[in-house]
């Protein structure tokens, strides 16, 4: 079981970068799933969510209208889409994964996000100005 994130990198701010979080070992389309970030010197931020079904999504505050989650149920893999990146975007963006916990619109995954059951590697971002 295991979540294999890609598609960070550098760029000015404006600009736009897609991650992907591949899933393998376990089918995406049956678990909740998710963004979260860390900046330097910061605690971890839950940025976005989608449920099980697809049907609710959740974006932090700072994200949205910038921020869309999806996910591609044949390729077994989740994405963000992030456009207008500011230099507070920059982070180390992670994916998590869990077939217990629900992703509601309000609360994402909830305060207990730290025990999900799939992590991935993070995928750094930086965003110039």
């Known amino acids: 079981v295991q979540l294999q994130a890609s598609g960070g990198g550098l760029v000015q701010s404006g600009g736009s970068l897609r991650l992907s979080c591949a899933a393998s070992?376990?089918?995406?389309?049956?678990?909740?799933a998710g963004w979260f970030r860390q900046a330097p010197g910061k605690g971890r931020e839950q940025v976005s969510c989608i449920s099980d079904t697809g049907s609710r999504s959740y974006y932090a505050e700072s994200v949205k209208g910038r921020f869309l989650i999806s996910r591609d149920i044949a390729k077994n893999t989740l994405y963000l889409q992030m456009n207008n990146l500011k230099p507070e975007d920059t982070a180390v963006y992670y994916c998590?994964?869990?077939?217990?916990?629900?992703?509601?619109?309000?609360?994402?995954?909830?305060?207990?996000?730290?025990?999900?059951?799939?992590w991935g590697q993070g995928t750094q971002v930086t965003v110039s100005s």
């Open positions: 998590a994964a869990d077939s217990m916990f629900i992703c509601t619109s309000v609360q994402g995954f909830g305060p207990l996000n730290a025990e999900l059951d799939v």
């Open positions: 070992g376990f089918t995406l389309a049956n678990y909740t």
